[in-house]
Structures are given as C-alpha cells and as structure tokens.
C-alpha cells in the first residue's frame, strides 16, 4: 500500500493593524531607522493592541480564514496544533481557547512549544497524525504575541519582536505532493542564550522577578546569531543532500524570519537566488512562531502545484530544522 502523504491544502493568517515603525522606535530607545534597516533588515512590525486580547485572538482569524477559504465547516476539522511561547495563560492550552472561539467540538487541540521553530516542529507532528491515516484534517498554528514579553527599553530585542499569526490545513494528498522529509534538532545548551528568566516553575513571578524585568525575553544577540546562521544553512543544506536535491530543484525557500543577513547566509549556502527567498522580515519583523507560515500566507498566490519549497528555522532552545514541501495545488 502507498504511504499516505500530507499535503498543505489551505493557508490562513492574520496580523494586526498596528504598525510599530523604526521611527516611531526612535521616539522610545536610542536607535536609528539606519541602524535597525541596515543590522535586521526590519522596517516595521505589528503590534496587537486593545486590552484582553492575546495569541487566540490572532490565532483564531487565521484558522477562521484557512476553513472559509477551503471551504469547509469549523466542525470538520479533527486537530489543531498550536505552536506559540506566547500562550493567553499557562494553562489551558491556547489551542483548547481557539477551538472553542472557532467552532470545533470535533477537534482535539494542544500547544506545542519550540520557540522560532515552533511551526516546523508542529508541520511535522501534524503530518504525521496524517500520514498514520487516523486523522483527516489537522490545522498547523503558528501564533505569537510577541508585545506581551518584550522590554520596550532594551534596544537589542525590542527592535526585533512582532505579532501575527499563519495556519496551513494539512489533508491526505492524492498525488506526489505534501510535505515530504524534514529534519529536526534541539539543542538544550542554547538555554543560556535566549530565554526568559522568571515566570516558569523555577522561578515563579513575585514581585522582584517583576522589578527586575525578568518576565522579558533575554537575548544574547551575537551568539544566538552565530548558532543561527550555521545552524538553518546546514540543516537545510543537509536535507537538500539526502534528497538529492540541487538549489536548481528548489523554486523557494521560507526561511524563518530573525535577521536578514541570517536569511542571506542561509540563501547562499543551500546555491539559492535572492529571487526564490521568501522576505517579508522589513513588514512583521520576527513574529517568531508565525514567520513560516505568514510567508506562506503572503506568497500563496504565486505558488504552483509541484513547486519544490525547503522551509528553514532556527530559534530559542536553540531548535532548528528544515522541511521539504511540495506544493499541492495553485490559488
Ligand atoms: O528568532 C530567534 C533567534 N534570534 C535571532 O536569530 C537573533 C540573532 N541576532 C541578531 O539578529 C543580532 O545579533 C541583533 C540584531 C540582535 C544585534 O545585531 P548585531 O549586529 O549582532 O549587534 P551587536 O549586538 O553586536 O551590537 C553592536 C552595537 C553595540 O554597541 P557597541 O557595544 O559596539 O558600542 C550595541 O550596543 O550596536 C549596539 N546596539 C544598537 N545600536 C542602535 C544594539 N542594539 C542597538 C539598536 N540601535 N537597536
């Protein structure tokens, strides 16, 4: 019997009307719109305001939209995954709040969390749950509210956080297309590095945790940089290899969104043009969970059944990886 395959059948995404630009950030810390263009790449990002509103909200508009634009009843659907570290609450999970918000009793939802990679890891685990036959409808989320653990006054990671949110829908494919190998890594020495300091079990929240700034996330930008950089190019290089595949096999790759010199250093490893890179760093900044698939949602159009699309990401843990997707219909 053929193995069943995943394919990506739908995209959904949202992002806030907000803009937060390099020069408005001017106004707040001691930066430059030069400085932040020329380091990041970042022009501007989008923040999610008004009171009570968190990662479900944005994540719902974009499973709402991924249904409608397939087509399909919210009731359908047998899973959403949502990969997020900006969850509305510890617990219960934002998955279980979006379920409800969208309309899915049939469904059962949890959270998954790997940081910036946090959409690759759930692409694979869902298509997993399809591949084994017993699911026929999975939501892939990726959502971050990044505004909610930002320190608007450390100008190394405020100029880089935005908000947003994308979702695939993954079915059985009934051709060659879906997702068709992906490579994962975790690496937990990267702790030290990016992390956010008191809030969890070790350090619960009290009043000087707070005083002290440490429900923010703490970055240290030039090592993480380094990892990044060597880690999404060779992971992607290395899929690519097993796969025998060449850069003249590819039509695009979706890298994760943290840096523009670190896409550039991905771009030119894996022997790929600037013209099959997906960047929309200068317009959401890094929306952490949601780069990947806030890419797929602005590229859908030009997408073709067949394509050959590598997407790539390296984030907090450190964790990093690289899927092979081919496209499986056109807009
Ligand atoms: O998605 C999760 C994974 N995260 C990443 O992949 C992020 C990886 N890291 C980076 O993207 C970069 O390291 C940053 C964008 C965070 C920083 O860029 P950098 O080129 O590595 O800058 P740096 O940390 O080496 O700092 C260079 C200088 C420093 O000044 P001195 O010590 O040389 O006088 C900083 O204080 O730039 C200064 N600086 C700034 N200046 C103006 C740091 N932030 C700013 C700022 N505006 N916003």
């Known amino acids: 019997m053929e193995k069943i395959k995943a394919a990506v059948t739908a995209v959904g995404g949202y992002v806030p009307e907000y803009r937060l630009t390099n020069k408005e950030l001017e106004t707040m810390i001691e930066t430059t719109d030069e400085w932040i263009k020329s380091r990041t790449g970042i022009e501007e990002r989008r923040i999610l305001k008004g009171e009570g509103l ?58 998954l969390g790997a940081a910036c990679s946090g959409f690759l890891f759930a692409l694979t685990t869902g298509a997993s749950f399809i591949e084994s036959g017993r699911y026929k409808k999975v939501i892939v989320l990726g959502v971050d509210k990044m505004s909610a653990i930002i320190d608007y006054s450390d100008r190394t990671t405020c100029i880089i956080f935005g908000d947003g949110a994308g979702a695939v829908l993954l079915e059985a494919s009934n051709d060659e297309t879906g997702v068709l190998d992906s490579l994962l890594r975790s690496d937990g020495s990267g702790v030290k590095h990016l992390h956010m300091k008191a809030g969890g079990s070790v350090k619960p929240a009290t009043i000087e945790t707070v005083l002290a700034r440490e429900h923010y996330v703490y970055q240290e930008g030039q090592a993480v940089f ?50 099959k890179v997906m960047i929309n760093i200068q317009k959401y900044g890094n929306t952490t969970a949601a780069t990947l698939p806030l890419c797929l949602w602005d590229w859908e159009k030009q997408l073709k059944k067949g394509d050959n699309l590598i997407l790539a990401s390296f984030g907090g843990g450190f964790t990093w990886g690289a899927t092979w997707l081919k496209w499986s219909y056109n807009s």
């Open 54 to 111: 968190g990662s479900s909200d944005m994540g719902y508009e974009a499973v709402r939209q991924l249904c409608e634009k397939r087509g399909i009843d919210p009731k359908e659907i047998d899973c959403l995954i949502c990969a997020t570290v900006t969850p509305d609450m510890v617990f219960p999970s934002t998955a279980n709040i979006i379920c409800e918000k969208a309309g899915m009793p049939n469904a059962f939802g949890f959270d």
């Open 226 to 275: 380094k990892f990044a950089v060597k880690g999404m190019a060779d992971i992607g290089y290395e899929l690519m290899e097993r796969n025998n595949l060449t850069g003249d096999d590819i039509q695009w790759l979706v890298p994760h969104q943290a840096n523009l010199r670190i896409i550039d250093a991905t771009a030119s490893r894996m022997n790929l043009p600037k013209e």
